[in-house]
């Protein structure tokens, strides 16, 4: 069995412990601690939360989509292939040593989404750029934390309560998507969504895709 290395470590603000770099031959993985978040064999469920929060808008002439969480760039990367030339990709990362790694160790997994000239990456919590944008999203992908039951900082709990759901209305365009990945269901959280006025349908998928893999879920929140 070959070991994995270490490849770099960085901390997380507000006391929530350390995020590591790891690689083992062709296979990458981000740890909190002794925690695995993400792995560069298991992204299914990032793909089919781009892949579905992004249908129908090969059709818009000037899409305007938002992801928070930059991760690997798996969910970027389908994002953008379900996007014309002319859409403009929002990614918002809070943590700065994520978008080192995507363009020092990870950007070949994906196919480099960074680069493609339609991305722009911000290093900004997510929540500031929702905060101050009022029906500029035609869909908005929130692939932070652990989902609604986070696991890295406790300020990603506002994205995903009541005040965040509302402010995160209203930063969609009318008829725009809220698309959420989570690795596990909440049906409080498919409350909370429907109290802050969107149409909800729930999708369970596969970490890995084609049925493997463990099962996460996905929200697909319309603004009506």
């Known amino acids: ?36 978040l ?55 990362e809070l943590l700065s040593a994520v978008v080192r790694w995507n363009r020092e160790y990870l950007g070949h997994l994906a196919g480099h989404p960074l680069k493609d000239p339609r991305t722009q ?25 652990n989902g609604p039951d986070g696991l890295t900082q406790k300020e990603n709990d506002w994205l995903y309560s009541d005040a965040g759901l509302k402010t995160s209305y209203q930063a969609l365009k009318p008829g725009g998507v809220l698309a959420v990945w989570s690795a596990a269901p909440s049906a409080a959280f498919t409350g909370r969504l429907r109290k802050a006025g969107y149409k909800v349908r729930e999708e369970q998928t596969r970490a890995r895709g084609k049925g493997k893999g463990g099962r996460h879920t996905i929200w697909l929140a319309s603004r009506s």
Not at 15 to 29: I, K, P, V
Not at 53 to 68: F, K, Y
Not at 121 to 145: G, N, P, Y
């Open 1 to 36: 069995m070959i070991p994995w290395k270490q490849l770099d470590s960085a901390d997380i603000p507000n006391d929530g412990g350390q995020l590591h770099l790891f690689q083992r031959a062709e296979e990458f993985s981000i740890r909190i601690d002794h925690c695995e």
């Open 38 to 92: 993400m792995n560069s064999r298991a992204h299914g469920s990032e793909e089919k939360l781009a892949e579905l929060g992004c249908a129908g808008l090969g059709a818009v002439e000037r899409p305007r989509v938002l992801i928070g969480g930059l991760g690997m760039g798996f969910t970027a990367a389908e994002a953008l292939r379900h996007l014309g030339v002319n859409a403009c990709l929002e990614v918002a």
């Open 121 to 145: 990456i911000r290093e900004i919590d997510v929540a500031a750029i929702i905060k101050t944008s009022v029906q500029k999203f035609d869909t908005i992908l929130l692939d932070v934390d």
